[in-house]
Structures are given as structure tokens and as C-alpha cells.
């Protein structure tokens, strides 16, 4: 199948959450997996995280090789663009989740690429750190591809260039 979109999820992806308070990250949790949708107030803490030592480079490797790069992350717009722009990724576009009134791991998330940025579910891979999530089921549930990283081939993002030959 032919890609031209990747969708990266953020949290433990592409930012680095191994400093996080555990009872913070799991408060978040909780709040996503709710069914009814209300807005979460990401901690201050959250607006400082570091990026993987790998994300700007792989992201960049990618964007030069052709690929379409967006996020696909529950973190708000105001949190992506500061934690990524410190970083030095440049997203080809940033979806806010929370605008579109829902958050991964419901399945009406992914497919804001298709309404959003008209990329077909085919020709989207999402990328995940977090096998447990949901994304994995939530890209599949519309056609999406899905590739984890961090969790053995590929463990970095400039991996997952490689290996799509970039």
C-alpha cells in the first residue's frame, strides 16, 4: 500500500513522558477514555516535556522523503506547537482533538484525517509507542496502517524512516 500521510501520536511517541508524575499520566487516561467528551486541562508540568532525542531528525527525514507529517495526539494545538517547536519539528499540520470534540482511543478520532486533511485511511500510517492505547485498533477500525515503535524494530523514529527508505 502507498503511504503519503503519517499521523504520529505524541504522548510517549514523539514526546518523552519518563519523567511524568504516574497519577498525573493516569488522570489523564481516565479522562480520555470517557464517553462523554469535555475538554482536559493538560498540566503546566506537560508544556516542558522533552522530545525523544530522535523525533526532530526522523520527522524531518520523513517530511524530506515526502511524506505528509501530522499529529494525531490528544495533547491540545497550544502544547503540541511549544513542546515541538523547543524541540525543532516543524508539523505539516497539528490536529487539535479537542476542537473536533473527541480524543484516542474512540475510533471517530482517527478518522479526522479523512475529514480534516482528505487523506484516505489507506494511505495513512499511524504511529504509536503504546501498543495498549488503542490506536492500533482504532487505526485498523478504518483501514488505517499502524506501526509501534520503541518496542524493538523500529525503536526510533529515524528507524522508521529507514525502513520506509527514506
Not at 467528551?37 to 526522523?58: C, M, N, Q, R, T
Not at 487539535?96 to 484516505?120: G, M, N, Q, W
Not at 488505517?144 to 522508521?160: A, K
Request: hydrophobic share 35%; proline share 5%; charged share 25%.
Amino acid at each position: 500500500m502507498y503511504i503519503s500521510c503519517i499521523a504520529f501520536d505524541c504522548f510517549g511517541t514523539v514526546f518523552d513522558m519518563s519523567d511524568i508524575d504516574k497519577a498525573e499520566i493516569k488522570a489523564y487516561v481516565e479522562h480520555v477514555n470517557r464517553s462523554d467528551f469535555s475538554p482536559y486541562k493538560f498540566p503546566d508540568s506537560w508544556y516542558e516535556i522533552p522530545l525523544h532525542p530522535d523525533a526532530a531528525e526522523g520527522v524531518d527525514r520523513l517530511q524530506k522523503a515526502g511524506y505528509f507529517c501530522v499529529t494525531l495526539s490528544n495533547a491540545s494545538h497550544e502544547l503540541t506547537k511549544k513542546v515541538s517547536k523547543r524541540g525543532g519539528i516543524h508539523w505539516d499540520h497539528v490536529i487539535d482533538l479537542a476542537k473536533c470534540h473527541v480524543y484516542k482511543p474512540h475510533f471517530e478520532a482517527y478518522k479526522t484525517i479523512r475529514s480534516l486533511l482528505r487523506f484516505e485511511p489507506e494511505e495513512t500510517l499511524m504511529v504509536t509507542a503504546n501498543p495498549t492505547f488503542g490506536d492500533i485498533e482504532g487505526a485498523k477500525a478504518i483501514g488505517m496502517q499502524s506501526q509501534v515503535i520503541r518496542h524493538g524494530y523500529p525503536n526510533t523514529i529515524i528507524e522508521l524512516a529507514e525502513m520506509l527508505q527514506c
